[in-house]
């Protein structure tokens, strides 16, 4: 299989350049969901089974990127890099960096002058990482993983997202992305709302 061949049924993903799978199995976009899905489980036991302190999940820029990495880096050799390439989603790369920083800065300044409740800071955290989407792939799930680390660490239960969000079947898709769009323009109250009760 040509690196830059399609996976069946992939709608998310162009090619499988940086697979790190053997690729004369070909692979279907199910199966490769399934591994990504058996490294995600490894970083939600590592930051979500037991209250993440500050040492573990200190929400710095190299953590944040390094997230990234721990939840997809058994499957994808970009895991963790900043994207190079435009995509119809998130900003432009050259200020990916910027951005991440900025909201580095942003979190910390929250949590300082209590700017905000803490659900509604998971609730920007999330938001903020989908609009910057900074990775080739599997930035909402990478973003709902830093809300719910956040949430955890300030001894809130995390939101438990069904990961097959995006599904045309799942009947909170269309809620969750008018969500997103709306904190888009600053409104940011269904966004929280579905933080606070989806699936709990």
């Known amino acids: 299989m040509d690196d830059k061949t399609k996976i069946a049924n992939a709608t998310y993903i162009d090619d499988i350049s940086g697979l790190k799978l053997d690729l004369s199995k070909n692979y279907t976009i199910d199966e490769i ?4 899905a058996q490294n995600i489980a490894k970083a939600s036991i590592k930051y979500l089974s037991l209250k993440p302190n500050k040492k573990l999940a200190p929400f710095t820029l190299e953590w ?82 830093l809300s719910n680390i956040y949430l955890k660490q300030n001894n809130l239960e995390p939101t438990r997202w069904n990961e097959n969000l995006l599904s045309k079947s ?9 969500a997103l769009k709306e904190a888009d323009n600053g409104n940011f109250k269904n966004l929280v709302k579905l933080q606070s009760n989806i699936f709990k």
Not at 33 to 36: G, K
Not at 68 to 77: K, P, S, T
Not at 170 to 178: G, H
């Open 33 to 36: 969901y399934y591994l990504e």
């Open 64 to 145: 944040i990127l390094n997230l990234h990495y721990e939840m997809f880096g058994d499957v994808w050799e970009w895991a963790g890099k900043i994207r190079r390439v435009n995509l119809t989603i998130g900003i432009k790369p050259y200020l990916i960096l910027t951005e991440l920083k900025k909201l580095v800065d942003d979190i910390k300044f929250w949590e300082e002058n209590k700017s905000f409740e803490v659900i509604e800071i998971a609730s920007r955290i999330h938001h903020r990482e989908v609009f910057i989407h900074p990775f080739l792939n599997g930035n909402g799930r990478w973003a709902r993983m």
């Open 170 to 178: 799942n009947p909170t898709r269309k809620e969750y992305i008018e």
